[in-house]
Nanobody, 122 residues
Framework: QVQLVESGGGLVQAGGSLRLSCTASGRTFSGYVMGWFRQAPGKEREFVAT????????YYGDAVKGRFTLSRDNTKNTGYLQMNSLKPEDTAVYYC???????????????WGQGTQVTVSS
């Protein structure tokens, strides 16, 4: 069983930055895909970014491309989502997920963290 724990959310002003972390226990990320999704109140869960852990291949949603960056630390079994130039519309609960398929569809991810709130004030 894989357990994911996110951290790093908070309140930030527009234009600011936050770095979210996702730490896995129960197995390593190696050979799997780490995805990030977000969900704002009243909206569907939205794809943010995904990282094919072993090869480092990443893909970003259009809304965050050029502002958000994925990285990983194998020694800590932790992935990171660096979020720069934040906008009020980035406000949401951010979820880390693990799956076997390099995909943007949340249904293809098997394990999910509890989520961390990101609030961007204008």
């Amino acid at each position: 069983q894989v357990q994911l724990v996110e951290s790093g959310g908070g309140l930030v002003q527009a234009g600011g930055s936050l770095r979210l972390s996702c730490t896995a226990s129960g197995r390593t990320f190696s050979g799997y895909v780490m995805g990030w999704f977000r969900q704002a109140p009243g909206k569907e869960r939205e794809f943010v970014a995904t990282l094919e852990w072993s090869v480092g291949r990443s893909y970003y949603g259009d809304a965050v491309k050029g502002r958000f960056t994925l990285s990983r630390d194998n020694t800590k079994n932790t992935g990171y989502l660096q979020m720069n130039s934040l906008k009020p519309e980035d406000t949401a609960v951010y979820y880390c997920a693990v799956g076997s398929v390099y995909a943007i569809n949340p249904r293809l991810y098997n394990y999910w963290g509890q989520g961390t709130q990101v609030t961007v004030s204008s």
